[in-house]
């Protein structure tokens, strides 16, 4: 699939400032990038590798108070929708050094406090199988209601409360896939299948020795995701991290098939 991605963004801000942005689809397994331009009008970009050297971020240094700012992009999608069931878990002794740090709660994902629960309610199953209905489960739980979380809001409120948007979804199915002793991290995306149209978050799980893509809100499969960046949940992920307050004058983003 070739998927065509246009953003635009116009913030400003109390004073000049340096932003931390995580907005390319990036080349890596099952995606490659075959045209990309930035345009940051007089902003002044360093680039950085993107967390487990995923895509890349950047620095951009904003000399007066508004960034403006347009990307687009072309993108082939060839990786295959994920498959879960029948895939086996590692044995935590054999998990690598760089994706061992997905085993742990994070600041958005207390998945220590989901021990219990995943026990009690999926400890018949195991790898893949187990993912899968964890997934099944947090959509048929779950109500997408966009305006109902915020940057503050933690995983436990979103289990708490049984709603949320794609970034506490995500939230969930990382801390409860983590709590199976499974490696799970947070995925920032662009598809053409969101509603509305918007950046993506979904999950990653390591099974079989490789990362699977798993969207736990049902819009999207890993054939139509384009990857952005990765980390162990929203804060690492977010498309935009500022020193100072950011007031969004307009944001679009639009992903379409061609």
């Given amino acids: 699939m070739r998927i065509q991605i246009d953003l635009a963004l116009h913030y400003r801000f109390s ?3 340096t932003v931390f942005l995580a907005l390319e689809a990036c080349n890596t397994d099952g995606q490659a990038i075959v045209q990309s331009e930035l345009y940051p009008g007089d902003s002044a970009l360093t680039r ?23 990307y687009r992009a072309l993108v082939d999608i060839t990786r295959s929708r994920a498959v879960l069931e029948g895939r086996s878990a590692m044995p935590r002794h054999l998990i690598p050094g760089d994706v061992a740090p997905y085993l742990r709660p994070s600041r958005y994902c207390q998945s220590d406090k989901f021990m219990g629960f995943v026990q009690k309610r999926f400890g018949h199953l195991s790898g893949g199988d187990k ?8 959509e048929d739980e779950l109500t997408y209601v966009p305006g109902s979380s915020d940057a503050d809001t933690n995983v436990l409120e979103t289990f708490a409360g049984r709603q949320g948007v794609c970034r506490d979804y995500a939230h969930l199915m990382c801390s409860m896939v983590r709590a ?7 995925v920032a995306a ?6 509305p149209p918007d950046f993506h978050a ?3 799980v390591w099974l079989d020795g490789q990362w699977h893509l798993v969207d736990a809100t049902g819009m ?3 054939d139509t995701l384009a990857i952005i960046a990765v980390g162990r949940d929203a804060y ?9 307050p950011a007031n969004m004058l307009s944001q679009s983003v639009f992903v379409t098939r061609v």
């Fill in 15 to 17: 004073q000049p400032n």
């Fill in 190 to 195: 662009y598809s053409p299948y969101v509603v």
């Fill in 131 to 138: 993912v899968a209905a964890m997934r099944a489960w947090i």
């Fill in 48 to 70: 950085i590798p993107g967390d487990s050297n995923v895509g890349e971020r950047i620095w951009a240094r904003v000399p007066g108070y508004e960034l403006s700012l347009q």
């Fill in 180 to 186: 199976a002793e499974i490696p799970a991290r947070m």
């Fill in 236 to 244: 690492d992920i977010a498309f935009m991290d500022s020193q100072a």
């Fill in 220 to 222: 999207c499969g890993a």
């Fill in 202 to 204: 979904v999950a990653e």
